[in-house]
């Protein structure tokens, strides 16, 4: 089966499992150093990919995927022709909270070849929340790190009370809820 | 016919262009002069210290490709050696140590005036790089070419691209404002429309606002549409004269003018940076001539008042246009002289504000003025200018800031300190935050951002939602436990200044239009309690996601307890309570301060609704009171809760609130805690134990296990003022207020 | 003897605990059987937004049933893991108070420092009020004062400068239109032999005489401001005066021009 499925496998106790996907690798390598870098009490696997669907071959021996992370490089069109392709091959549960966009390079405009708005319509599309950071800096790329580790252990349900959904939903509360108006 | 123009132009032009030539010569030997001046101080500067330096070679090459491209001939050829080498040279020292005025001038001369081939003229454009200024009469002259056709309508465009770029170096504005009806007409040129209602946006003030230009404007808009540029000037000449411009505009336009790229802007803070972060004992003789004293200020060049601005207009402007003195005013007071604040009340009558008006900012003796003055166009300059800074220097809009992002943030921190003079927001800084927050990696100059959202105005809750409070929203949640506290003190910040505001209104407004307040008074109620709910919210979710942080908790209380007073101390008519997530959290905390802390708000919850309704009862409100039943409901539900716990122990059975802690006696039995019901009080509970301990060890010393059950009838009464003598006031003010007169009656019953 | 009394006492909350862990991993193996039952979903291509909202909002619905049907759950009895417990939470509590402390001193001196600056802003706003009344009331003594004698003599002193200033200006303009607004004749007409020797045989009035005659006709004539162009007018100076819109044509008679209204 190509399609990634979320519940497919028994949770790693003591550990939490996230999935990178996109096309710039050097990005990739280096949120996935600074991602293990910070300190942590559970184990953290990441897994890197440029795209899906992941090679079944190996499907054994990758542990279950907690949260999925799509890189967007807002300078490239490939990038997110890329990321929408991938898209499809990713069960529907994953999109209960356990999908996030990560939308690069929106901080050079002069050259940006994908609209902002593109990014979060396709987030949108998705129920997916959006974060925008510069990874080429590294107080920047630590200070991503550590909100995808939030998020990582809440998806891992390290967070008691707390689950992927409904986190996502308080991502979510989009413009015209009034989810927190009493 | 046009070609019957044309064709005019160029004989005239060329007795100008002589006429510009001894102009320009003897403009040169002067500015030799005083470079050779410069080298000399610098080379007994040098020989005092015994170095074997020549005179800077750099200055020297400088001043022969500057005497090269005077003595030159007209058009020669691109190719030219000798030409490129000296243009490699001014673009090399341009790019690294900027211009002196002089020299600016003199280059802007000779890339107007069409000597060269346009190549050349744009690139020399694109190096005039200012060090300090640049003089008006640079403006003028730079006018007088273009107005003689001699360079390609590029070379125009970019002029004007430069003009805007470099607006606020220019000095004497009064005398760039003399020429605005030759920008004015540059209207008219398709290309040139977009920058030329950008130059005019800049330098409009009401004198120049008449109704044949009005007219005009009309008749542009007629025919090329509604373009941005030109609605944007279209509404400062209505904001200037309402009657003149009938017509409506769309008065939330966001960004009106292009970001038209600046390519001079890296090479200016470049200069910037050099001048201030090299020691002072390499720094070039620039830094003297530029601002002797000054130098510790020096740094952000944007933020310090140009070196001579007003004086010099005063000589040179003085003889020439004596006689409209006449007509308009009398001398004014150079800023720059303006130091004490003695000075200040002597001259506050007739002090003209500089020309860079950015130096506002860091200056309090002009911020004093600012306060003062009612002038609409101070207001609008600086919106201009702090909007175009915010969103040229925001380093995570623009990724090449990044290394300056210390810059920014003491950049950020002037605009916070200026507002918390001024008492209120720059409506530039409030677009900025919207226009910039979603994109923020809420790393990036984290603190002077957060302060800066204090002041963003009170507006309809629906806008600041989506541009403010979504994003911060989907920061906060993912971020760190201490950037969350932050954003409760930002948010509590923010209401304070609000509630403020408020005070401030209704301090300064008669009788008479009270009914007009009150209107808008419900606005502002409706606004100020979508953001407690918020908050309220933000905190339900916050205290769940960090487990019940105590510390968390310290800054969600401090918000509560402003929110607690609301009525009484901010004279707003709004009772909201704290939600059960917050309040159950506070109620069975293990922290006795933090216990304290909800004692005395909920006494201040408690004040507030007695007065409300006694004013309520006795009609002295004119005001409709937001505060429903259910508000009521909701405190005395919470009271009841409160009191079960800490005083009569039934808590377990008599909370009725369905979010509260009602409890089958089954899953309490379960707990195998012997006097379970009694575990919540002010012996037992988790906050307080610690005292009742200590307490019983004061009292009986020889017993070495503390027996808390000694704790009842007169000694109870001892403990409460054991309690109170540990500085829990707020648990004191509590108990006195919401339980004391029933206490005589129940506390036989529940001390057993 | 009381040692391995607390060891043995140790060692059952261990077991008590891994036994309770034990017990939850079953319970998270048979829902892990029930999902693998279930089959993936795939999300459709095209507008997966709205079969992703019904989902969602399925699965909300069941979080919040299962939320409203939870009832408290008991940690453990066993006083050794409660009292451990009990410890790290002091523990943790410990730690924020010291926080709280420290926050709450940085707040307190940043008050202090606050309240002295406005303290110092309010003391300088007084005063300024204080100076601005001052020279209010200054003012309105010399209203009183004015005498309208003297008044009048600065009245007239300035017109007769704003007269000589007029003059100036004039001189000024008739200079600078003379000198480069001169007549095509010469080169003009060496140049374009063809164009010129149509209009030669009129005699071109200046661009000086032009605007005289407009700004005349508009004193004089307000209600008719117009002038008729007649041959005698270089039209390329007519077309630049129109052009840079000093002059107007008439709306409905193009021979006809007037001066912009530039005073109103």
């Known amino acids: ?182 | 016919m046009k070609k019957g123009v044309i064709a005019k132009t160029p004989k005239q032009a060329l007795t100008r262009s002589c006429s510009k030539q001894t102009d320009l010569s003897a403009w040169k030997a002067s500015a030799l002069q005083m470079t050779g001046r410069r080298n000399e101080q610098k080379l007994s500067k040098d020989k005092q210290q015994t170095t074997s330096e020549n005179a800077d070679p750099k200055q020297d090459s400088l001043e022969e490709a500057l005497s090269y491209l005077k003595k030159a001939k007209e058009r020669t050829p691109l190719k030219n050696e000798v030409l490129q080498k000296h243009l490699v040279t001014v673009e090399k020292i341009a790019q690294e140590k900027g211009l002196a005025p002089e020299e600016l001038d003199f280059l802007l001369n000779i890339a107007l005036s069409g000597k060269f081939a346009e190549v050349v003229s744009t690139r020399l454009l694109k190096n005039l790089v200012p060090t300090s200024a640049i003089t008006a009469d640079s403006v003028t002259s730079a006018v007088s070419w273009l107005c003689v056709g001699k360079c390609s309508r590029t070379t125009q465009m970019l002029f004007l691209k430069w003009l805007i770029a470099m607006f606020d170096f220019i000095e004497q504005k009064e005398q760039v404002n003399a020429l605005y009806g030759f920008f004015f007409s540059l209207l008219q040129d398709e290309k040139l429309f977009p920058f030329a209602c950008h130059v005019l946006y800049l330098i409009t003030r009401k004198k120049n606002v008449k109704p044949f230009r009005v007219r005009k404007l009309l008749d542009l808009q007629a025919k090329m549409g509604a373009e941005p540029p030109l609605q944007a000037l279209l509404l400062l000449y209505k904001n200037f004269s309402p009657e003149m411009v009938s017509i409506t505009l769309p008065t939330k336009t966001k960004i009106q003018f292009k970001n038209s790229e600046n390519p001079w802007k890296m090479a200016i803070s470049n200069i910037k940076r050099r001048l201030c972060g090299a020691p002072p004992a390499s720094q070039p003789s620039l830094i003297n001539t530029a601002c002797p004293q000054t130098r510790k200020r020096k740094w952000n060049n944007k933020l310090v008042l140009p070196a001579c601005s007003v004086q010099s207009s005063c000589s040179a402007v003085s003889q020439r246009t004596h006689h409209i003195d006449l007509i308009v005013h009398s001398d004014a007071f150079p800023v720059e002289q303006l130091q004490t604040f003695p000075q200040l009340l002597e001259n506050i009558h007739c002090l003209e504000l500089p020309s860079r008006i950015g130096s506002v900012l860091a200056n309090p003796l002009l911020l004093h003025y600012v306060n003062c003055v009612s002038d609409d166009s101070v207001y609008r300059r600086m919106y201009y200018w702090m909007g175009q800074t915010l969103r040229e220097e925001c380093p995570w809009h623009k990724f090449e800031n990044q290394p300056f992002e210390l810059e920014f943030k003491d950049f950020l921190r002037k605009i916070f300190e200026a507002e918390c003079f001024l008492q209120e927001g720059f409506s530039s800084c409030e677009e900025f935050l919207y226009r910039s927050l979603p994109f923020w990696d809420g790393y990036s100059c984290r603190s002077q951002v957060l302060q800066l959202v204090t002041w963003i105005p009170l507006s309809t809750f629906s806008e600041m939602k989506s541009y403010l409070f979504k994003p911060l929203a989907q920061l906060f949640f993912t971020s760190s436990l201490y950037f969350k506290c932050s954003v409760f003190e930002s948010l509590r910040e923010m209401l304070l200044n609000w509630l403020n505001w408020h005070l401030m209104q209704t301090d300064t407004t008669t009788k008479l239009n009270a009914d007009l307040l009150n209107t808008t008074l419900s606005g502002l109620v409706s606004s100020v309690a979508d953001l407690i709910h918020f908050v309220g919210w933000l905190s339900t979710v916050a205290l769940s996601l960090e487990n019940n942080s105590a510390f968390l908790m310290h800054f969600i209380l401090d918000f509560y307890e402003i929110v607690s007073d609301v009525y009484l101390k901010y004279n707003l008519p709004l009772v909201v309570m704290p939600p059960a997530g917050v309040f159950y959290t506070a109620l069975l905390s293990m922290d006795s301060v933090c216990l304290d802390h909800l004692c005395y708000i909920m006494h201040r919850y408690r004040a507030n609704l007695i007065s409300a309704k006694q004013n309520l009862q006795a009609k002295k409100t004119v005001l409709q009171f937001k505060f429903s039943s259910q508000t009521c409901q909701e405190y005395n539900q919470y009271i009841t809760a409160m009191v079960g716990c800490l005083w009569t122990s039934n808590v377990f059975q008599k909370d009725f609130h369905h979010q509260g802690i009602h409890m089958d006696p089954e899953v309490l039995e379960k707990t195998r805690v012997k006097g379970y019901r009694k575990s919540f009080n002010i012996v037992y509970h988790p906050a307080l134990t610690g005292y009742a301990m200590l307490f019983l060890q004061e009292a009986q010393p020889e017993d070495k296990t503390p027996n808390f059950q000694l704790i009842q009838g007169r000694r109870w009464e001892w403990y409460l003022e054991y309690l109170y003598s540990q500085e829990l006031r707020g648990l004191k003010l509590f108990i006195e207020s919401s339980i004391h007169r029933a206490s005589q009656r129940s506390q036989t019953q529940t001390s057993k | 003897m009381s040692l391995s009394q607390q060891d043995l006492n140790l060692e059952d909350a261990k077991e008590q605990l891994l036994e309770e862990c034990e017990g939850i991993w079953k319970q998270v193996e048979e829902c892990q059987n029930k999902l693998t039952f279930q089959e993936i979903e795939t999300v459709p291509a095209t507008d997966p937004k709205l079969s992703l909202l019904l989902h969602r909002m399925k699965a909300l619905t069941a979080e919040f049933n299962q939320w409203q049907k939870r009832t408290p759950e008991i940690i453990t009895t066993n006083p050794d893991v409660l009292v451990a417990l009990g410890k790290d939470q002091l523990q943790r509590l410990d730690h924020d108070l010291e926080m709280i402390l420290s926050t709450v001193h940085a707040k307190n001196k940043k008050l202090n420092e606050d309240l002295l600056r406005e303290q110092q802003w309010l003391e300088e706003q007084q005063q300024l009020i204080d100076c601005l009344d001052q020279t209010e009331k200054e003012i309105s003594n010399q209203v009183v004062q004015f005498s309208e004698k003297r008044a009048f003599q600065e009245l007239k002193s300035k017109m007769l400068k704003i007269k000589a200033y007029k003059e100036e200006l004039l001189n000024a303009l008739g200079e600078f239109v003379e000198k480069h607004f001169p007549l095509p004749e010469d080169d003009g007409i060496q140049k374009k032999k063809t164009r010129s020797s149509r209009e030669e045989d009129v005699q071109l009035i200046t661009l000086h005489e032009i605007l005289e005659s407009l700004i005349n006709t508009l004193i004089n004539k307000p209600h008719d401001p117009y002038v008729t162009i007649n041959n005698s007018f270089w039209s390329p100076y007519i077309e630049l005066l129109l052009r840079y819109g000093i002059a107007l044509r008439h709306l409905e008679d193009p021979s006809r021009i007037r001066l912009e209204n530039f005073y109103d």
């Open chain 1, 1 to 182: 089966m190509s399609t990634l499925a979320a519940f497919g496998k028994l949770p790693t106790l003591n550990s939490a499992t996230i999935l990178l996907v996109g096309t710039n690798e050097i990005f990739q390598q280096q949120l996935a150093e600074t991602i293990l870098q910070e300190k942590q009490d559970l184990k953290i696997n990441i897994h890197l990919a440029d795209s899906l669907p992941l090679p079944p071959e190996r499907d054994h021996i990758r542990p279950r995927i907690d949260l999925i992370v799509f890189m967007v490089n807002m300078q490239s069109k490939h990038s997110y022709s890329n990321i929408e392709a991938s898209l499809v091959h990713v069960d529907a549960s994953f999109f209960l909270g356990k999908v996030c966009f990560l939308a690069t390079g929106a901080g050079r405009l002069n050259q940006i070849s994908i609209e902002v708005n593109a990014v979060l319509k396709l987030a949108d599309l998705y129920c997916s929340p959006v974060l925008f950071c510069e990874l080429e800096c590294e107080k920047i790329r630590i200070a991503t790190a550590q909100r995808l580790l939030r998020m990582l252990r809440i998806c891992a349900g390290h967070m008691s009370g707390v689950s992927a959904l409904s986190f996502s939903s308080l991502m979510k509360s989009s413009i015209g809820d009034s989810s927190f108006l009493a």
